[in-house]
């Protein structure tokens, strides 16, 4: 199960798609959690095997007892920053033109704390900027089409999408102000591990990553494409995917590294998180 559904999860989708890696039979569904789903629960009570998460949703997470994130997803931060468009012509962008303005920010918690950290990097006040809730990321594009914002945070192919009718210009990406960190990962019981199943689903993952990195993205944007039915063109979703590819969010190792561990805490505390997490606590190597 995907705690979020964007093409940055790439491939998470490949994994899932029987028609990937035909050779290796997987009995599996992908389903996307609803806001009032709590992934780590569902794994808890064994309701599903295995969800897409975050390192930073095992710390201070009551259910994460015997659950760990046994590969990375994505190393970066997969949002955008889009800018509406009210004429013609665009000056650059600074980060600093964020000051005084209204931003549709996911209001998420690890969205939200890497685009604070992100304003930090690039040395704007978070604090100064009119950060507004308009609730999910559907109800923040209904939003933004009616007018509210100057501008938009999302994940692709949404802000690609919105961009391609001509709503607006991305103007920064998230990612490239943070640099690397532990964004997105996958999470099972420790007991799950030993089953042929997790073997067969790691086997198809792992092939998966490679695959959304290495192959040409008109190829991947079609096998993935059955996934995006709701308002999304193919041309946009291969432009996001290369965007994503052109990123290295997907690099060719599954492992969670340390180094991104300790990013993505630094990122938390810089949002008031406290306490100890340790990396071993939290990350199995496969």
Known sequence: MASRHSAFYTPLLLATEPNFMKEVPLDCSYQVAENSQNVFEMISNGEIDIAQSAVSG???NGFAKDIVHFAGINKMDGFFILKRKRSKTMKNFHWSDLTDSEVLADHSKQP??????ACYKKDVDSNKIKLKDA???????SAFKEGAGD??????????QLAFDGIGDIVASTGRAIGPVAFS??????????????ETFLRKFIAGKLFAQNEN???IAVIVMEFFTQGIELEVLINTIKEYQSLHCWDTK???????YNNALEVFKNDGLEGIFPYSENVVKI
């Open 254 to 260: 599954i492992k969670i590294s340390e180094n991104h």
């Open 185 to 198: 990962s996958l999470i099972c019981k420790k007991s799950f591990l030993e089953t042929d199943r997790f």
């Open 217 to 219: 993205a008109e190829n």
């Open 151 to 160: 501008f938009i945070h999302l994940q692709g192919p949404a802000a690609q």
């Open 135 to 141: 609730g999910s990321p559907e109800e923040m594009i």
């Open 58 to 60: 095992s710390w201070n």
């Open 112 to 117: 939200l704390a890497m685009f604070k950290y």
